[in-house]
């Protein structure tokens, strides 16, 4: 059986770092916490979140990094979501996102994270 369908890392134009410490997902319009960060490219993001997002929605973020210093200031990123898809046990929704506007100093940031 052949198939077209492409999976979604054969989709993206750039690899992603997975993430191994605790950066949290805030909607800074509401200030809600809506996720963590799983994974991060220069031009995208995915969350792991307890509410799902609808596809094509356009958000503000802040990647607020969960640090004992307290030292590491917020990455604030607008991105419209992708896809969204629930996890196995459908209390958490993993949620794709494509970085549309962010500061020069923040995507170096980005960079750095993932080099």
Same mark, same amino acid.
């Given at each position: %059986? =052949?198939?077209?369908?492409?999976?979604?890392?054969?989709?993206?134009?750039? $690899?992603?770092?997975? !993430? /191994?410490?605790? !950066?949290?997902?805030?909607?800074?319009?509401?200030?809600?916490?809506?996720? =963590?960060? !799983?994974?991060?490219?220069? *031009?995208?993001?995915?969350?792991?979140? /307890? +509410?799902?997002?609808? *596809?094509?929605?356009? %958000?503000?973020?802040?990647? !607020?990094?969960?640090? $004992?210093?307290? &030292?590491?200031?917020?990455?604030? #990123?607008?991105? $419209? &979501?992708?896809?969204?898809?629930?996890?196995? *046990?459908?209390?958490?929704?993993? /949620?794709?996102?494509? #970085? #549309?506007?962010?500061?020069?100093?923040? +995507?170096?940031?980005?960079?750095?994270?993932?080099?």
């Amino acid at each position: %059986m =052949q198939t077209n369908q492409k999976t979604i890392k054969d989709m993206r134009k750039k $690899e992603r770092a997975n !993430v /191994t410490e605790v !950066v949290r997902i805030i909607d800074k319009p509401s200030g809600r916490d809506i996720g =963590q960060l !799983v994974n991060i490219s220069e *031009e995208g993001i995915m969350i792991l979140g /307890t +509410q799902p997002i609808a *596809e094509n929605s356009i %958000m503000q973020l802040a990647l !607020v990094f969960d640090c $004992e210093s307290g &030292s590491t200031p917020d990455i604030n #990123i607008g991105v $419209e &979501s992708l896809w969204s898809h629930s996890s196995t *046990e459908d209390s958490n929704h993993w /949620t794709g996102f494509y #970085i #549309i506007d962010i500061s020069e100093q923040d +995507q170096e940031r980005i960079r750095n994270m993932i080099s």
